[in-house]
Each structure stands twice: as structure tokens, then as C-alpha cells.
């Protein structure tokens, strides 16, 4: 039998624009900074990053901001991540982060039943879904 883990507990992502990627992240997903790390502040480094972290699940997304990124937008055509993907407990909590998308401005995907799909400031793709094999 292989050995188990317990799940995802971090997600590192490259951004752009630090401060404003931190804001976008605070205040729309109610993320709150954890630690942050600048000019290699806790080990030698060419990149910045602020660890946020979830309320609510505990989820850790790092946002670091490398020295040597070119500046292209996210594009999940490429190799490595396509797409994070939030659960959400409920129906009506989905309805409730669609109005929530909706109130801060930010464009999405809104008459998928069971799915609501959005982008970071970098284009990331994010989604919220609901399985509708829970129940509510």
C-alpha cells in the first residue's frame, strides 16, 4: 500500500503584481496574510511572496512575485496548472458567490448550474462548485 497524504495545504502562484494581486485575493476572497517574505527576508531569493490563508478551510495560497517573470498574463493552454477549484457547501452559496463576483466587478461564467467560473489579475482561472450529489 502506498503511502497517504491529507490533502492540498498549499498553492503557489506566480503574479504579476503583487500588492494588487494580495488586495484582489483579500478582499474578494477573504483571504488574510499569513507571512510575508520580501527581498528574500527569510532565505536567500530573486522573488517576493505573500502566504495568505483561508478562514474558513485553512487553504495557504502563496503569491510570489519573481524577479525574472516576464510579465505575460496566465494562460492555462500552456503545461502546468489549468485551474483552481473552491467547493462550496451549498446551492445558495454558489448563487451567493456569483452576486458576490457580480458586486466587485469581476466577469464570470454565472449561468452554468453548478459551477461559477471567474479570473484572477493574472488571468488564472478560478472556479466555485457545488456537487450536486450533497444534497442542499
Given at each position: 500500500m502506498?503511502p ?18 494580495v488586495a484582489?485575493?483579500?478582499?474578494l476572497?477573504d483571504?488574510?496574510v499569513e507571512?510575508e517574505?520580501?527581498n ?6 530573486d522573488?517576493?511572496?505573500v ?7 485553512g ?18 493552454f500552456?503545461?502546468g ?6 467547493e462550496v ?11 458576490r463576483l457580480?458586486?466587485?466587478g ?14 484572477d489579475?493574472?488571468?488564472i ?6 456537487p450536486?450529489?450533497?444534497g442542499?
Amino acid at each position: 500500500m502506498p503511502p497517504t497524504f491529507l490533502g492540498v495545504r498549499y498553492i503557489g502562484l506566480s503574479v504579476r503584481d503583487l500588492p494588487r494581486s494580495v488586495a484582489w485575493y483579500r478582499d474578494l476572497l477573504d483571504f488574510e496574510v499569513e507571512r510575508e517574505n520580501y527581498n528574500g527576508s527569510a532565505w536567500p531569493s530573486d522573488w517576493d511572496e505573500v502566504l495568505l490563508r483561508h478562514p474558513g478551510s485553512g487553504l495557504l495560497i502563496g503569491l510570489l512575485a519573481h524577479a525574472s517573470n516576464p510579465g505575460e498574463m496566465f494562460s492555462e493552454f500552456g503545461t502546468g496548472l489549468d485551474h483552481l477549484e473552491f467547493e462550496v457547501a451549498s446551492l445558495a452559496e454558489l448563487d451567493a458567490w456569483r452576486h458576490r463576483l457580480y458586486d466587485f466587478g469581476v466577469a464570470h461564467s454565472g449561468a452554468w448550474p453548478h459551477i461559477v467560473t471567474f479570473r484572477d489579475p493574472d488571468n488564472i482561472q478560478l472556479e466555485f462548485f457545488w456537487p450536486p450529489s450533497s444534497g442542499s
